[in-house]
């Protein structure tokens, strides 16, 4: 049931307030390794088309997303109300949510996730079932599968972020069937879908076909332009227009840099495919480092890695604030998702990976240790 206050305001008591960190405002003289962002930087191509945009920024944006929405339906080959522009992915998720409120059945989301999807859906009065993960730590797909049969709709993020597994393509095949025989709608984040060997990882884009199925991206993660905040949504054109009409309370949701930015680094493919292979030989070196030094770590098809640093929250916490503290390189804490003694490792240039797993090793050592 829904908690006001004396005046009518709705309350939220599960929900609290974002607090970003304070090096994500004073990025200087650190190596940010806890936002999953993209070391390589965007495109020059996306660069010079914002530095242009800005040069406008007395013009408001197209109210539609454009040009950049007309250039993803002729990249994915879809007609352009199948299409929806956000800003970033989280608003699109917001939306969604919206859109799809008032649903007598739950939403089902898994646990040890992103945290946006629950903080939109309770937002939006959603009821919403969890699906735990599997031991291995990846989506348990038959208890997902189970629980579609009593939803309105399911929310699979795949990748898996904090997690980094993914699910094949015989498994996004076998959840778009047990959604449509439940008459649930699918939504698919695959915010980092960029990054995942194409032989492992199954989208939902072959399926958009289908009523029902829904694709969410962006480009914050391999595009490289998370600090100007634009994402998208693809698929089930009932959904989209839905979200289309919601918009009309936002009706200049994506600002007009982010649009030219975004549509140039669309363009760039060459930039994109130089990102993810430098990300997936990062990645290697980085996983055989954590190996060799007996730090756990979970099989990643993302630009992030998801390791064990110790026993519990305390543990983990400590080595993180050593890290920081005294070596100037932020990880991610995942005891707030419900992992304690994990940490999420953004995936840095192959040329700091040494000074990473050099300081780890310092941070991981007793607290009197010589650092």
Excluded at 64 to 73: S, W
């Amino acid at each position: 049931m829904e908690r006001h206050n004396a005046l009518g305001v709705r309350e939220f008591p599960s929900l609290t307030p974002f607090r970003a960190s304070p090096v994500a405002h004073d990025p200087h003289d650190v190596l940010r390794l806890a936002l999953s962002e993209n070391p390589l930087g965007a495109s020059p191509k996306a660069m010079a088309a914002a530095r242009a945009a800005v040069e406008q920024a007395h013009w408001y944006p197209h109210s539609d997303g454009e040009p950049l929405r007309g250039r993803l339906a002729a990249h994915y080959g879809l007609p352009g109300h199948k299409v929806i522009v956000g800003n970033g992915v989280d608003e699109i998720i917001l939306l969604a949510a919206l859109a799809t409120s008032g649903q007598s059945r739950p939403t089902v989301i898994t646990a040890n996730t992103f945290a946006g999807y629950a903080a939109s859906l309770e937002t939006a009065g959603h009821a919403v079932t969890t699906v735990p993960l599997a031991t291995s730590g990846g989506v348990d797909l038959d208890a997902v599968c189970e629980a579609a049969s009593r939803a309105a709709c399911v929310v699979a993020c795949n990748p898996h972020n904090p997690m980094g597994t993914v699910l094949s393509a015989d498994q996004v095949q076998a959840l778009v069937e047990a959604c449509a025989d439940a008459g649930a709608l699918l939504i698919l984040d695959e915010a980092y879908a960029e990054f995942a060997d194409a032989t492992r990882f199954g989208s939902g884009l072959p399926h958009l076909h289908r009523p029902g199925v829904v694709v969410l991206r962006t480009f914050s993660k391999a595009y490289g332009l998370a600090g100007l905040r634009c994402g998208y949504a693809l698929g089930d054109e009932d959904l989209i227009a839905a979200m289309t009409a919601i918009r009309t309370a936002l009706p200049y949701n994506t600002n007009r840099v982010a649009l030219a930015a975004a549509a140039a680094a669309l363009a760039d493919q060459d930039h994109l495919r130089t990102v993810v292979d430098e990300c997936t030989a990062a990645r290697q070196v980085l996983t055989s480092g954590l190996a060799h030094m007996g730090v756990p770590t979970l099989p990643s098809q993302t630009n992030f890695v998801l390791a064990r640093l110790g026993d519990g929250a305390d543990d983990a916490g400590a080595v993180i604030a050593r890290l920081a503290d005294r070596h100037g390189i932020h990880i991610r804490d995942m005891t707030g998702l419900g992992l304690p003694g994990w940490a999420r490792i953004s995936v840095p240039r192959t040329r700091d990976v040494p000074l990473l797993t050099t300081s780890l090793r310092c941070a991981l050592a007793a607290p009197d240790a010589s650092v």
